[in-house]
């Protein structure tokens, strides 16, 4: 593999659909809805990723999941597939540097 290339790829699937940002609440609809800006959504050995960040909550901090069927925006539950996504995601960012 050409380590001048990227392991994952910039992709704009939620940003096309929805614009910059999206409304997230809980499966159960339990919690309240909150509004989260796309900042990247990147394509990693198949699968399809964001990140989100908050936007009311003054927050800096920013939240990967993973986008499944029909678009649906899922917690990442498996701690080796977070670690390789945010890898990917810290990659692109490198790479955007530069």
């Known amino acids: 593999m050409d380590r001048n290339e990227p392991l994952a790829r910039e992709v704009r699937v939620l940003r096309d659909i929805y614009g910059g940002k999206v409304i997230l609440v809980d499966e159960e609809g ?52 977070w670690e390789r996504a945010a890898e990917a995601v810290d990659e692109l960012l490198y790479f955007d540097e530069n």
């Open 30 to 81: 339990k919690e309240k809805e909150q509004a989260y800006h796309i900042l990247r959504e990147i394509e990693l050995e198949g699968r399809h990723y964001c990140v989100l960040q908050p936007e009311e909550s003054g927050e800096e901090d920013a939240y990967i999941f993973r986008v499944g069927d029909d678009h649906k925006i899922e917690h990442v539950e498996d701690e080796e597939e």
